[in-house]
């Protein structure tokens, strides 16, 4: 994606700012609605945005350790250059990784290989040695892989560390469970103690659908390279993600009033039961927002100010002190008869993450029929979701959703294309799951 | 002659040859069989230890389990987030007394991950089924039970137990126990065996050992796990190009050397035999054409001599000087026999030999053929008996059934000469006429009596020793009886040899 080297771009910009002065290092909690004002007397839908932004870490503060666990698909089809990149990549993760931090490194292909145990990266040479050995053979024993890749984790774990495994794979799983769902459950197990699973689908071979919904079910990020050239750069945006992790292990609870009806959340997993929604992040990075958006049912309520619509719990690790810290915040609303003065308090912000939601939603849709061969509708569905982000870009101001319209005119003629089908399936997939999860890269 | 020997020759080399291979051969198979046994077994054990492995991980999980909070005392909301926050739970559930879920509550409020539980447990009868599988001494022992059924891709597991009449259970997330499981399997890389770890349908979960076997090799072994993993299995594939890992037994390696060098050795020792035995006939062989050669060149001169001597006989008075001459037709005669002998020979060794038939008076034969041998006769003071009975004539070579009687009567004289007897009789039996020659000499001893007809067989005695002679009489004779149609042969005598001829009397058919 275009736009996610720009954001790269300006974040690392901003990590390199000296800092004058230093905010409460808190997580922080936006909580905000698409109409602040809605008609009295009606049945009606509105959206409840919360939003979670890590705090920025000061240059001279000690940042947070990790225990990685890089997990190499050797398989044959990675000969050549592709595993030679891999190496390369590898050899990054270990020159930018600190004396503290631990690594594993484990490589599979008709079979698993613990190539690193977990270890202290201090002797650098000795694990750049290791992973100059990968040589490539053999199938795909993916499930095996991820599997001892999370066991090497839990051999030095701690909720303290940023316990991540980065997957690298070029082809499909075919030694052991190889299904989305399989991988997904692995993925939300993972999750559970706190381990996220990073999915890199190199090249056009590998099933995107289970790394992203590995990476999804875990919380990790996904990314989609097509050339192996850019394999480098992936690993240090990861990297660079992991080390900025300020919040880990998120849960997030909604808590509906009265007359609020929670219906789902966009794009996210979520437990919905009753009036509360409960959800979770495994963790926040700095200066990136996460956020969550709910569908809500809305009563007819008579005219009147500041109903609250519901209370926010937010549980977290704050990564920089150690300690468990909570946060609250409210969603209000008012009521009233005056639709000018609903239009014209729209909250500008939380509608484009709407209107980006919604388009990423009906760009899976249009995926769904794409696989089922209906080529026509699923045209139909990407340029009708073109038209709606240009012309809410218009309406909201934002340029950002025109860029998103653009892509998807472009995602609408693509899909036509039966040669370009396997890696226009994959940047579609990649850019749904960016939207998501907001993902930095 | 040849051909037996060579049949004789092949014989003796392929049967012990045959014979060590085919020991060889069992012994090598019962070997490897053994080697497969032992393979198995410790297969076999390699398996046991990992499914001793996995059970132990099945252990820790129960106990794992059995450790967290699940208590009817909490709410539904103290019990679900510490739920969600546990990797091996899929679903936790409590069933009071009344067979009612208590949690997930079935009347409060649920996610849709708890309704889809909820209802499924109902599809399956989850809580009788559960209620029927407990056992009195789990109950006891206060120790958790496993329920598996199938659903979806695969089996499900459920961890339960029962107290107070209350049951406490959990679905456990499939895939994170089966990434536990796996993860406390090895990762050996040996190249000379491949495990695999099999779920219920076959589909492999994790394999291990660097040997890639073939799509359809079977494998050396199979095992079972025990529960809860009854369904899933492990098998065991061996690469038999390396050698085994466990026993390596060198026996095999040796046998196939050890059956080429018998077998050598023993061609080399049948060779040498038959070339030892065909030399001996060669030299014997050469030595008659040699003769042969001689004798065709002495034939002319004998005969002269002989002619000029008989013309001599009836000129000579002086009884002193007759003696002389008589000594020398005598021994022109005998050395007329012997070049006739050898040089049949050499034409039945050809194959040359042709007989023709003629109307023979066998007396008169008998008293020709006496009559020549009468001064060696005389000289060896030898008595002749001879009882001329009147015989019909015989349509037969002459000449043959005259070299067969020199033969034998030369024979008689030569080492019968001691017994001073020579009997010779006539008989007619049906349609043969028989003509026995018998001696009172040494004889010839029982077991030798079928060798004297072979060519160049003497029997090696004091008698034989100061007697020259070619060795092949007796076997021309054989051979010309058979090509008249007669048959010779030695006869059973109390004393000295005794040989008959029996001739057909109409001659020989053929």
């Excluded at chain 1, 089908?421 to 939207?435: I, L, Y």
Aim: hydrophobic share 40%.
């Amino acid at each position: 994606m275009k736009s996610s080297a720009i954001k790269f771009f300006t974040m690392s910009f901003l990590l390199l700012l000296p800092l004058t002065m230093i905010a409460a290092q808190t997580i922080k909690l936006d909580v905000s609605v698409t109409n602040s004002w809605l008609l009295a007397g009606e049945n009606q839908k509105t959206y409840l945005k919360v939003g979670l932004t890590g705090f920025e870490l000061a240059d001279n503060q000690n940042r947070t350790s990790s225990n990685i666990a890089i997990v190499l698909d050797k398989s044959g089809s990675m000969d050549g250059e592709k595993i030679e990149r891999a190496i390369e990549a590898a050899m990054l993760a270990v020159d930018i990784l600190g004396e503290d931090d631990i690594l594993s490194v484990i490589t599979y292909s008709d079979t698993v290989e613990v190539l690193v145990p977990a270890t202290k990266v201090s002797d650098r040479l000795y694990i750049k040695r290791k992973i100059a050995s990968i040589r490539s053979d053999g199938s795909t024993a993916l499930f095996a892989g991820v599997s001892k890749g999370a066991d090497e984790l839990e051999k030095f774990f701690d909720r303290n560390r940023v316990n991540r495994v980065i997957l690298l794979s070029d082809g499909l799983a075919n030694v052991g469970p190889e299904s989305p769902a399989a991988l997904g459950e692995l993925g939300s197990s993972l999750r559970r103690i706190g381990i996220s699973v990073t999915t890199i689908g190199l090249g056009l071979g590998y099933n995107e659908d289970l790394m992203v919904r590995l990476a999804q079910k875990s919380d990790g990020n996904h990314a989609f390279v097509e050339n192996s050239r850019d394999l480098s750069r992936i690993f240090e945006y990861e990297f660079k993600d992991i080390l900025s992790v300020v919040a880990q292990d998120v849960t997030i609870e909604i808590n509906c009033r009265e007359g609020f009806h929670p219906v789902r959340v966009l794009g996210r997993d979520a437990d919905i039961i009753g009036n509360k929604v409960y959800t979770s992040l495994n963790q926040l990075y700095s200066n990136q927002e996460k956020y969550f958006l709910l569908e809500v049912d809305v009563d007819p309520f008579a005219v009147r100010e500041s109903v609250d619509m519901a209370a926010i719990t937010m549980n977290y690790s704050n990564m920089v002190t150690s300690r468990n810290e909570t946060l609250s915040g409210n969603g209000t609303i008012n009521f009233t008869r005056d639709q000018e003065k609903i239009d014209g308090n729209i909250d500008r912000e939380t509608m484009v993450s709407v209107v980006t939601q919604i388009a990423a939603e009906k760009s899976e849709e249009a995926l769904l029929m794409r696989d089922e061969g209906n080529i026509k509708e699923a045209q139909a569905v990407l340029s009708a979701s073109s038209e709606y982000l240009k012309e809410q870009a218009e309406i909201l101001n934002a340029p950002s959703l025109a860029g998103y319209g653009e892509e998807y005119e472009e995602d609408a003629e693509m899909i036509a294309d039966e040669e370009q089908w396997g890696a226009t399936r994959k940047k579609m997939r990649d850019d749904q799951f960016e939207v998501q999860n907001q993902q930095s890269y | 002659m040849k051909k037996r020997l060579l049949l004789v020759f092949l014989i003796l080399i392929f049967m012990p040859v045959t014979v060590i291979t085919v020991m060889g051969i069992y012994t090598y198979r019962n070997s490897l069989n053994k080697e497969r046994e032992s393979l198995k077994e410790a297969a076999e054990e390699i398996l046991i230890v990992n499914d001793r492995l996995l059970q132990n991980r099945i252990r820790l999980i129960e106990d794992e389990l059995e450790g967290l909070s699940l208590d009817p005392q909490l709410t539904t909301d103290e019990i679900r987030p510490a739920m969600n926050r546990e990797r091996l739970v899929k679903q936790a559930f409590i069933i009071d007394g009344e067979d009612q879920f208590i949690y997930p509550p079935i009347k409060g409020d649920t996610s849709s991950k708890e309704k889809e539980f909820l209802a499924e447990a109902e599809s399956i009868e989850l809580v009788s089924n559960l209620r029927a599988r407990i056992s009195p001494v789990e109950k006891q022992l206060n120790q958790s039970q496993w329920y598996t059924w199938f659903m979806g891709d695969g089996l499900n597991f459920i961890n339960f137990s029962e107290k107070d009449n209350m049951i406490y259970g959990y679905l456990v997330e499939r895939y994170s126990l089966v990434s536990q499981l796996i993860n406390v399997l090895p990762q050996d890389r040996d190249d000379s065996f491949r495990i695999q770890l099999t779920d219920a349908r076959g589909g492999i979960l994790y394999q291990w050992g660097n040997y890639s076997h073939g799509e359809t090799e079977k494998a050396l072994l199979e095992h079972s796990l025990g529960e809860p993993l009854g369904s899933w299995r492990l098998f065991y594939f061996h690469n038999e190009k390396t050698g085994t890992p466990i026993k390596t037994t060198l026996g095999n390696i040796y046998i196939i050397p050890v059956i080429v060098l018998l077998s050598l050795i023993i061609f080399f020792l049948a060779y040498y035999f038959y070339r030892e035995n065909t030399r001996e006939m060669e030299t014997a062989r050469k030595q008659v054409t040699f003769v042969n050669q001689v004798s065709h060149e002495l034939k002319t001169p004998l005969t002269n001599i002989r002619l000029y001597s008989e013309l001599l006989q009836n000129k000579l008075v002086d009884p002193k000087e007759r003696n002389f001459l008589d000594i020398i037709v005598r021994e022109s005669n005998r050395l007329g026999r012997m070049i006739n002998n050898v040089l049949t020979f050499s034409r039945g060794e050809r194959g040359e030999l042709k007989s023709q038939n003629k109307k023979t008076d066998i007396n008169l034969l008998i008293s020709e053929i006496l009559e020549k041998f009468g001064p060696l006769l005389k000289e060896n003071s030898m008595k002749i008996i001879y009882r001329e009975n009147p015989l019909p004539a015989v349509v037969t070579d002459k000449d043959m059934i005259e070299q067969i009687l020199n033969n034998i009567i030369g024979n008689a004289v030569k080492y019968g000469s001691a017994g001073k007897y020579l009997g010779i009789e006539t008989e007619v039996k049906k349609d043969v006429l028989i003509i026995y020659i018998d001696d009172r000499g040494p004889g010839i001893p029982e077991p030798e009596r079928e060798l004297i007809f072979k060519p160049f067989y003497r029997i090696d005695n004091s008698l034989t020793q100061n007697n020259s002679g070619t060795g092949i009489g007796l076997s021309l004779a054989k051979t010309l009886a058979e090509e008249t149609g007669s048959l010779l042969k030695i006869e059973k005598s109390p004393v000295g040899a005794c040989f008959s001829l029996a001739i057909p009397l109409e001659g020989e058919k053929k």
